[in-house]
């Protein structure tokens, strides 16, 4: 089975438990819980580590607010768009574009660009604490 | 008797090749001065045997091609099939279709010693996306620890035996290194924080 393919089915069984999680968390979730991931990076050095402010940026995503939630951080709307995006092209290449089926998506390119994003975000904090 | 009289016979080699050949098949040399001798010639002598199976051409990296077929050069092919052959074949492909020059069959035995085994590239992707968690989880010092050294371990593996995905593994390498180097951090702020608190306790004393 190629990756793509496995992302495919990985992505429609986790779709709506994610979802689901996503409003539970939004709703009762954050302020029962977020108290118990503390960042121990920042509480010891005072700077923020590369997953700082991803719970809040998952909060705030589920409760519409995108601009927080990107600027908490933007690795998770990213991530949101990337599976968006990979799941519709992946439904449209096998059911509108025989032609192109057999192209496997590349799928490491989603997460070079994840890897990125949270690095850059992070350099980027690091530096407003400096400045 | 008239298969004898279409058939070369290799001065060298001994291996039979058709009469429209110039070079032999089997070990190269040209065959044009042997052409109307080899053709009076195979009637009364025996041709020498060459057994197939005997491996005549190996190649510097241990490729052994087997069954006495040879690969000729693109000019050697274009000569071997000239004009004449025209008709039969495209100007374009001088590869007779049924000639095979490696033995693609299971009895060939075509050895590698550099073969890349490939394939298995979920290595190369759980190291990533272990790597990927253990930097995002920097919160959850220890998950985070164990997460890298996943990351590491799996990407050396997909390295080491030449799985697809090195660029991913390479990746979960890096982020792996980043999650150890991230918990080495405040593993030492953390402890010379605390070994200065005991130091103060120990004077107050």
Redesign the interface.
């Given at each position: 089975m190629k990756?793509d393919t496995v992302f495919y089915r990985i992505g429609q069984c986790i779709l709506i438990p994610f979802i689901l999680f996503g409003l539970w968390f939004a709703r009762t979730g954050y302020d029962s819980y977020h108290s118990l991931?503390?960042?121990?990076?920042?509480a010891?050095?005072g700077f923020p580590?590369?997953?700082?402010g991803?719970t809040r940026a998952f909060y705030y995503l589920f409760r519409g607010e995108l601009l927080k939630s990107i600027e908490y951080h933007p690795?998770v709307f990213y991530g949101v768009l990337a599976g968006a995006h990979f799941m519709v092209l992946y439904f449209y290449r096998k059911h509108f574009h025989g032609k192109n089926a057999e192209e496997e998506i590349q799928i490491?390119i989603y997460?070079?660009l994840?890897?990125a994003v949270?690095?850059l975000q992070w350099i980027v904090k690091i530096l407003v604490i400096l400045l | 008797m008239s298969e004898e009289k279409d058939l070369i016979y290799c001065p060298q080699c001994g291996s039979a090749n058709p009469s429209t050949f110039r070079f032999c098949s089997n070990c190269g040399v040209k065959l044009e001065q042997q052409k109307e001798t080899s053709a009076m010639q195979a009637q009364d002598t025996e041709p020498l045997q060459v057994q197939p199976e005997t491996p005549v051409y190996e190649r510097a990296d241990a490729e052994v091609v087997s069954e006495g077929k040879v690969p000729l050069t693109q000019d050697e092919i274009n000569i071997n099939y000239g004009a004449e052959e025209e008709g039969t074949y495209s100007s374009g492909n001088s590869v007779a279709p049924n000639t095979q020059y490696y033995s693609a069959s299971s009895s060939s035995s075509v050895v590698s010693s550099k073969t890349s085994t490939g394939g298995n590239?979920g290595f190369a992707?759980g190291s990533?996306?272990c790597g990927?968690i253990s930097?995002?989880?920097?919160?959850?010092?220890w998950v985070s620890l164990i997460l890298a050294i996943a990351a590491i371990v799996l990407g050396i593996i997909a390295l080491k035996y030449q799985y697809d995905?090195r660029?991913?593994a390479i990746?979960g390498i890096v982020?792996g290194g980043?999650g150890i180097f991230?918990w080495l951090?405040?593993l030492l702020?953390?402890g010379s924080?605390f070994f200065t608190s005991l130091v103060e306790e120990f004077s107050n004393m």
């Amino acid at each position: 089975m190629k990756k793509d393919t496995v992302f495919y089915r990985i992505g429609q069984c986790i779709l709506i438990p994610f979802i689901l999680f996503g409003l539970w968390f939004a709703r009762t979730g954050y302020d029962s819980y977020h108290s118990l991931l503390a960042c121990t990076f920042y509480a010891v050095t005072g700077f923020p580590c590369p997953g700082c402010g991803g719970t809040r940026a998952f909060y705030y995503l589920f409760r519409g607010e995108l601009l927080k939630s990107i600027e908490y951080h933007p690795v998770v709307f990213y991530g949101v768009l990337a599976g968006a995006h990979f799941m519709v092209l992946y439904f449209y290449r096998k059911h509108f574009h025989g032609k192109n089926a057999e192209e496997e998506i590349q799928i490491p390119i989603y997460f070079y660009l994840a890897i990125a994003v949270i690095l850059l975000q992070w350099i980027v904090k690091i530096l407003v604490i400096l400045l | 008797m008239s298969e004898e009289k279409d058939l070369i016979y290799c001065p060298q080699c001994g291996s039979a090749n058709p009469s429209t050949f110039r070079f032999c098949s089997n070990c190269g040399v040209k065959l044009e001065q042997q052409k109307e001798t080899s053709a009076m010639q195979a009637q009364d002598t025996e041709p020498l045997q060459v057994q197939p199976e005997t491996p005549v051409y190996e190649r510097a990296d241990a490729e052994v091609v087997s069954e006495g077929k040879v690969p000729l050069t693109q000019d050697e092919i274009n000569i071997n099939y000239g004009a004449e052959e025209e008709g039969t074949y495209s100007s374009g492909n001088s590869v007779a279709p049924n000639t095979q020059y490696y033995s693609a069959s299971s009895s060939s035995s075509v050895v590698s010693s550099k073969t890349s085994t490939g394939g298995n590239s979920g290595f190369a992707i759980g190291s990533m996306i272990c790597g990927i968690i253990s930097i995002l989880c920097c919160c959850l010092t220890w998950v985070s620890l164990i997460l890298a050294i996943a990351a590491i371990v799996l990407g050396i593996i997909a390295l080491k035996y030449q799985y697809d995905g090195r660029g991913m593994a390479i990746a979960g390498i890096v982020t792996g290194g980043i999650g150890i180097f991230i918990w080495l951090i405040v593993l030492l702020v953390a402890g010379s924080g605390f070994f200065t608190s005991l130091v103060e306790e120990f004077s107050n004393m």
